[in-house]
């Protein structure tokens, strides 16, 4: 880890360690957390309600400065102090706003369309909860969040925890 950490700087002393305040603060620097990024929202349905709600994000330094929608019935909503816009306000809420990255909680069908008006708003990251994979330019960054991969990933992971521990394996069977 000292090695890895070498590259960002000289963070502790060989042989003494590392002062661990000084080290978190460093890596939050390293990983951009040391400032507040402003968060666009696009999808007010039922994930975008849950993602709104998640109180982790804003103590990680991500404040969602705006929520759109197309739906008729729930465009002008509150949520907390913000009204969800129609979707057709991005551009100019974008700029208006300083928002660098976009979350895209919205159908399928619908997410590649959220994805362009992101580019083309000029946010620098896309965050896509939409089951579908969305293309983008180069100079976005896009990061994928699939739940069912997870899932699977859990499934399987639990499946091999039981090959190598069977004694956990009967336990489940007999309560099953």
Request: charged share 25%.
């Amino acid at each position: 880890m000292r090695k890895d950490l070498s590259y960002f700087g000289q963070f502790g002393k060989r042989g003494l360690g590392y002062s661990v305040a000084r080290l978190r603060k460093e890596v939050r620097v390293i990983l951009g957390l040391n400032r507040r990024w402003r968060v666009a929202l696009v999808g007010a349905g039922n994930m975008g309600s849950a993602l709104f709600s998640y109180k982790e994000f804003r103590r990680q330094g991500f404040d969602i400065a705006a929520v759109f929608d197309v739906s008729p019935e729930r465009v002008g909503q509150r949520w907390r102090d913000l009204a969800i816009r129609h979707v057709e306000a991005l551009a100019t809420e974008v700029e208006r706003l300083g928002i660098e990255i976009g979350v895209i909680a919205v159908p399928a069908r619908a997410a590649q369309s959220v994805a362009d008006r992101l580019v083309q708003a000029g946010v620098g990251g896309i965050l896509n909860f939409a089951h579908r994979k969305i293309f983008v330019p180069p100079a976005v960054t896009l990061r994928n969040v699939n739940l069912s991969f997870e899932l699977e990933g859990l499934a399987f992971a639990i499946k091999a925890d039981s090959v190598r521990r069977p004694a956990r394996a009967t336990r489940r069977a007999r309560a099953e």
